[in-house]
């Protein structure tokens, strides 16, 4: 349901109220997204992977080393799987939504030139 032109002149005054007063959460906003917050979460994972590696096999010198390192590694691969699952899910979703729109505006076309050259 579109707003009114009312409700817009009000959604335009409450966000240029917003930017002159923090123009720094205005930015933020702006350039984050679900996906790179996501990303860069997949990098952390990387990262705790990587020195749960060199936990396990770096310092031999304790078996309890070793085993936390495992641990570390574990749980960053799961948690690493599920944020690129989560991802892939997301870009599927967009990308069939697109498909499907530019499907059914196909149709409609053809439906609208087939019905014209019919009459």
Same mark, same amino acid.
């Given at each position: ?56 096999? /770096? ?20 948690? /690493? ?6 991802? /892939? ?7 069939? /939504? ?22």
């Amino acid at each position: 349901m579109p707003l009114s032109d009312r409700e817009q002149q009000i959604l335009s005054d409450i966000e240029a109220r917003l930017r002159a007063d923090d123009p720094k959460f205005v930015r933020t906003v702006g350039t984050t997204t679900v996906s790179s917050q996501s990303r860069r979460q997949v990098k952390l994972a990387a990262a705790a992977f990587v020195i749960g590696f060199l936990l396990l096999f /770096g310092i031999v010198a304790s078996i309890w080393f070793g085993l936390a390192g495992f641990a570390i590694m574990l749980v960053s691969a799961v948690w /690493g799987g599920n944020l690129l699952k989560r991802l /892939g899910q997301d870009s599927t979703s967009r990308l069939g /939504g697109q498909l499907r729109g530019g499907f059914n505006r196909y149709l409609d076309d053809r439906r609208g030139r087939d019905g014209e050259s019919r009459t």
